[in-house]
């Protein structure tokens, strides 16, 4: 893509606006906050396909032509969505030392971080859900959030391999960190953009980083995890 192309989503950060919106004054910055709030959540209840540009400012209290002050279109408002998702889950996953940390907990840590910043974003992960399936720049972009996400992954399970613990060799962690992450991916998708699955109980954010946590740490260490039989049973018990 070129600057300026319309589906480039950095096009108008050349000589105008800069996509974190330094050069914005007080009163501009509240103006793109607003838009990129409003878009949020109306890609949470309406979904990405069905938001127009006047939905968005309507919205936001904002008249439609304001829109292009700061935006080229829906395409460039979505992508500064995932930025701002991209950095943040960056610097929570980043946060966590995979040296040094309990591998139980290790993995505890990234599922609740992978879960709450799902949630928190649940507006802008679902429309980059489905941009991806529609635009291939937005399949590039969903593919490396995930990759970033994955290497962590892949490095907790390396990092776990090295306590001695894991019962059998794992040929290839990235593998297994892409299968552990597409599960926490389409859950995440599942619960807190498509509404659950139906017949099953409602889901706290506690029962859902347990679920996680239990998956990823069998997966890799093909036990119970550790000192949990009680917890186990209590969360088994209160999906029944």
């Known amino acids: 893509m070129t600057q ?3 589906k480039n989503p950095g096009s108008k950060n050349a000589d105008d606006l800069p996509a974190d919106g330094t050069l914005l004054t007080a009163r501009g910055v509240r103006s793109r ?3 990129l709030s409003a878009a949020r959540n ?3 209840t309406k979904g990405y396909a069905s938001v127009t540009i006047a939905d968005i400012t309507g919205k936001a209290g904002r008249t ?5 002050t700061y935006f080229n279109n829906k395409e460039e408002l979505l992508e500064q969505l995932a930025e701002e998702f991209q950095t943040e889950i960056i610097a929570h996953m980043s946060a966590i030392d995979t040296v040094n940390t309990e591998p139980y907990e290790l993995i505890r840590e990234l599922c609740a971080v992978y879960w709450k910043q799902s949630r928190d974003h649940a507006g802008e992960l679902g429309a980059m859900f489905q941009a991806a399936m529609l635009d291939e720049y937005f399949k590039q972009r969903w593919q490396e959030i995930r990759a ?3 290497r962590k992954i892949a490095a907790a399970i390396v990092a776990a391999q090295k306590t001695g613990l894991v019962s059998a060799e794992i040929p290839n962690p990235e593998i297994l960190a892409s299968a552990i992450g597409s ?3 389409y859950f995440c998708y599942t619960w807190l953009i498509d509404g659950g ?9 506690e029962i859902a980083i347990d679920t996680m946590t239990r998956v990823f740490y069998r997966a890799v260490f093909a036990a119970p995890e550790p000192g949990n039989d009680k917890g186990q049973m209590d969360t088994e018990s209160s999906l029944e």
């Open 183 to 185: 599960m926490m991916s």
């Open 42 to 44: 109306l890609f949470k």
């Open 64 to 68: 439609p032509g304001s829109f292009y």
């Open 148 to 150: 970033d996400a994955r």
């Open 4 to 6: 300026g192309d319309s």
């Open 197 to 205: 699955d139906p017949d099953c109980p409602a889901l706290t954010d």
């Open 33 to 35: 906050t607003g838009l």
